[in-house]
T-cell receptor, first 115, second 110 residues
Framework: NAGVMQNPRHLVRRRGQEARLRCSPM?????VYWYRQLPEEGLKFMVY????????ESGMPKERFSAEFPKEGPSILRIQQVVRGDSAAYFC?????????????FGQGTRLTVV | KQEVTQIPAALSVPEGENLVLNCSFT??????LQWFRQDPGKGLTSLLL?????REQTSGRLNASLDKSSGRSTLYIAASQPGDSATYLC?????????FGAGTRLFVKA
């Protein structure tokens, strides 16, 4: 059973371009969470999705950021018109259930650099 | 609102020392607490998970304790090695309510 797979591992974008980050959860997991880690900071929750639904997006910036988890395929975190401040490591986690007592398993992250 | 604090922010010790990393949290109503290791530019490696009903977990040279009433957890590393050098993150809560501390950067000198 492969772990949570994120790709690409590293992504470089010019200011104004779009960034698409992918996350394939562990087999059998239907709950996905995205976190962002800014340099020298801890991970901050962004969004929680269950298949085809956004459950909580309280940590998502109001503009330019969106997330989806379609019925088929990986979860996508999309950042439009990237700016230098978007440079960070983006981590995805998945769990088999959505309760707060459920352990989430983390991917290796995607490091986005905006130049 | 849950806040997680890790002290110290950075720590440098000689090889062989036993050491303690601290994590404190403001809301004791948690489901679990997890310690992760993060190497520079890398992802997260889960070290130990303590459920709210437990008081400690052990894995090899690592021991983590949880005291919900005081809002504290400690990660004890015995006989530290240079390979232990990394950032150690404490994560409190569970599921999408997991809140991370900023981490303790550990450097073990050979």
């Amino acid at each position: 059973n492969a772990g949570v797979m994120q790709n690409p591992r590293h992504l470089v974008r010019r200011r104004g371009q779009e960034a698409r980050l992918r996350c394939s959860p562990m087999k059998g997991h239907s709950h996905v969470y995205w976190y962002r880690q800014l340099p020298e900071e801890g991970l901050k929750f962004m969004v929680y999705l269950q298949k085809e639904n956004i459950i909580d997006e309280s940590g998502m910036p109001k503009e330019r950021f969106s997330a989806e988890f379609p019925k088929e395929g990986p979860s996508i975190l999309r950042i439009q018109q990237v700016v230098r401040g978007d440079s960070a490591a983006y981590f995805c986690a998945s769990s088999p259930a959505g309760g707060a007592d459920t352990e989430a398993f983390f991917g290796q992250g995607t490091r986005l650099t905006v130049v | 609102k849950q806040e997680v604090t890790q002290i110290p922010a950075a720590l440098s010790v000689p090889e062989g020392e036993n050491l303690v990393l601290n994590c404190s949290f403001t809301d004791s109503a948690i489901y679990n607490l997890q310690w992760f290791r993060q190497d520079p530019g890398k992802g997260l490696t889960s070290l130990l998970l303590i459920q709210s009903s437990q008081r400690e977990q052990t894995s090899g040279r690592l021991n983590a304790s949880l005291d919900k009433s005081s809002g504290r957890s400690t990660l004890y590393i015995a006989a530290s090695q240079p390979g232990d050098s990394a950032t150690y993150l404490c994560a409190v809560g569970g599921g999408f309510k997991t809140i991370f501390g900023a981490g303790t950067r550990l450097f073990v000198k050979a």
